[in-house]
């Protein structure tokens, strides 16, 4: 057996990409942080993994050609057999042969999933997801992501494409563009909702802090609003609670669905709000779920929080390399 | 090896059950009906449970005694490892272990599980859902139940009572009681709009057939005015089509969620209505489904029918009393 290499895990999000060494022993030994700038089209996106990877490395005192292999999590609906991201809007990526082409370039081989498969897969096997078998992971910030762990493994589905809460309806009868859940509950949603209402002239302290520039309002401006220290802001906290409160009912249906014991919340609007946020989620689920038996649900939230994708990827590839 | 024997299975449902002896060719040998009447409490419908298997033994030449084991299907939340009804709203049952009673009463060996994961189990093996390794199964009726069988085998979940999509959220912003799916897609709840809109004087052909006793309406009757032939009425396929519009998006946000090939419909509504419900639930669940990949999800009819839940529980049992 050769010795124990250590692996890279990246996290490709439509914003940021994040690089970690993952050690053997499951330390994070080296990391690196880059934009991901998806308006320039793929060839600047792979130019700036490459060096994310290199710098990881560098800080790792690892050379890239000792890694064992290397793990991406990229967001939208994934290939994880092909290794081709089919379809993901963030990125404005179709049918990317993304483990391929990362492979040749690099010369390490290079494995693809959904980026909240692998953060929920780091959950389950390090983090708050440890020990349950069925678990349902909500990754919540510019969109929402999600990914299931059913009897004990990632749960891919026929198409290879499940966990896509974000993309499930939640209001029936509201036409399509506006119905789903991540159209209501995500950070960029929830930031609509409440410019809408502030331009209709409902007061929020939000305006005291950032004018009309409303672009700036991020996670962490709601967070600072949001039921915690003096700051409070109604107005915030009415439309991030009616957003809890919806995705407390499309969880608990899903609780309700797979019967499920287990549900981590992460994702940068989660780690943002925290555990005020959580604990109202859950109270919805546990309200929602049926039958009774199922109202035992925890809803926790994400315990590795930012580095969840990057444990998570680099563990698939890992796993999936032969552990090498 | 002992020689193989006969199985019963029984499909017990809110109003009716259904007993079928099923030889080892996997042939419907005897069959027996009973009505429910679940309001005369445990021990009556012990005993027609009892006689039912009397019955379709007596039609197959078979003798009790000589079944290899009995797989009954019970509507509402069960533990099929422990064979007790954890919660059956249609029987007002909390907590009986009908396994345990029937086998001490019987003498055979008595295996429970739910009634739609009985016939989405006999689909799978079957009928409509034959060769598909993820199927949601939705059956439609007085109520509606689900069931799921995923990697090629029934899915229970963490607390044995996954599938339950009739209880799952549809309107996540109207009060309990009535926001589920059961709530507004069932028969009941269809026929109740029905009602409630001719109460508002609204014109239908069904009450030139039932007067203004609207317990006669059943599953036949919605039948005979909805989309088919000449004694169509409008307002029969506006309510009808709404609930069918209303299941797809349900359904298709679970095809979305679970990335699933195949949807089973079936159930007394489902067998009512046939193929032009089948095919509108169809165009709605593709439309609704993400990604593009997940459209091209099949939506079909049950083809056991009536007999689904009684094959399927026979073959559970079978398959976990070893198939003697």
């Known amino acids: 057996m050769p010795p ?32 991901t700038k998806a ?32 793990g991406i999590g990229a967001p939208g609906a994934v290939d994880p057999i092909k290794g081709v991201v089919l379809e993901a809007v963030n990125l404005r990526w179709d049918d990317v042969p993304l483990a391929e082409i990362l492979t040749k370039r690099l010369k390490i081989k ?19 997801g440890k020990n349950a078998k069925n678990i349902l992971g909500v990754w919540i910030g510019t969109g929402i992501g999600g990914g299931l762990i059913l009897n004990g493994e990632l749960y891919y589905g026929h198409y290879l494409t499940a966990g896509e809460i974000g993309h499930t309806v939640l209001f029936p009868n509201l036409p399509r563009g506006i119905r789903s859940l991540e ?12 410019v809408k209402l502030i331009r209709a002239n409902h007061k929020s302290k939000v305006t ?15 967070a600072r609003y949001y039921r915690e220290g003096e700051k409070e802001d109604k ?3 009415e439309v991030v609670d009616a957003a809890a409160d919806l995705l407390g009912q499309s969880i608990g249906s899903i609780v309700t669905l797979l019967s499920l014991p287990r549900v981590v919340l992460g994702g940068g609007l989660t780690e943002a709000l925290g555990p005020v946020f959580v604990e109202r989620v859950e109270r919805v689920v546990k309200e929602v779920a049926f039958p009774d038996a199922c109202k035992k649900v925890d809803v926790v939230e994400s315990s590795l929080e ?16 032969g552990g090498k």
């Open 110 to 128: 290079t494995f693809l999933d959904n980026d909240v498969n692998a953060a929920v897969y780091g959950e389950n096997r390090l983090g708050a």
């Open 183 to 194: 159209q209501n509950c995500s950070r960029t949603s929830i930031v609509d909702r409440l």
């Open 208 to 222: 005291g802090e950032v004018g009309d520039e409303f672009e700036k309002i991020k996670s962490r401006t709601l």
């Open 39 to 70: 308006e320039e089209k793929l060839d600047g996106v792979l130019g700036r993994i490459e060096a994310g990877i290199e710098e990881a490395c560098a800080e790792a005192g690892v050379e890239v050609s000792a890694l064992g292999g290397i």
């Open 306 to 321: 930012d580095n969840a994708g990057v444990f998570g990827a680099a563990m698939i590839a890992m796993e999936r390399g």
């Open 235 to 237: 107005l915030v906290i």
């Open 4 to 35: 124990a290499k250590p692996f890279v895990g990246i996290d490709l999000g439509g914003t940021n990409i994040q690089f970690g060494v993952v050690s053997p022993e499951m330390k994070l030994i080296g990391e690196a942080k880059r934009k």
